[in-house]
């Protein structure tokens, strides 16, 4: 009787440390993004010349947030529990494509009066499991005055090098900063191009 009290009572003690033991701590990440680390460069001096182009909206799915997203396919996605980005990918976005258009000949960063603007939707931040690459994909819709001058999707996918959380935001820096410099010189080319309504005046 006494043996099978003891069992009980360490098959008590064994849940209960199970349902009570502490959650490991969530690990955060920044984007290893050369352009990121120029946007944080306070001593850069911002663009003095080509046309101003201000980035108006940056949107992004709502899973999109602070923990970093695993997609299996098509249709299955899941987010991590303890890997975390430090920002939203919205932010790490904005800064990036505002210091790309700034390195891009021919455009710059513009303020709130700037008549050609940027929207855009952050399609995929995520790690790619099957390829196991970072993928990053972002609708782009370019606006000067009423006319939409550039509607297109831009999308850089990455290798990963390692499994563990550091190997992933690396990765994801790189792809970022390849999206955005196809962005901005996009961007460039299109308002360096007539406009529809001055092709049809000549």
Known sequence: MAARTLLVVAAIVGLGGCLFRTAEPPRFYRPASITLDAADDDDAPPAATGVAVRVKSVRSAPFLRERMVWRASGVEYGLYEQRRWFELPSRYVRRALGT???????????????????????????????????????????????????????????????????????????????????????????????AAGARRKK
């Open 100 to 194: 790309a258009l700034d390195d891009t000949p021919g455009v710059r960063l513009g303020d709130a009066t700037a008549p050609a603007r940027l929207d855009v939707e952050i399609l995929a931040f995520d790690e790619v499991l099957t390829a196991h690459h970072a993928h990053v994909v972002l609708a782009v819709k370019l606006r000067n005055g009423a006319e939409t001058r550039l509607e297109r999707t831009f999308a850089a996918e990455v290798p990963i090098a390692g499994d563990d959380g550091t190997a992933v935001a690396q990765a994801m820096g790189r792809a970022l900063d390849q999206v955005v410099k196809e962005v901005a010189s996009a961007a460039a080319r299109t308002l360096a191009a007539p």
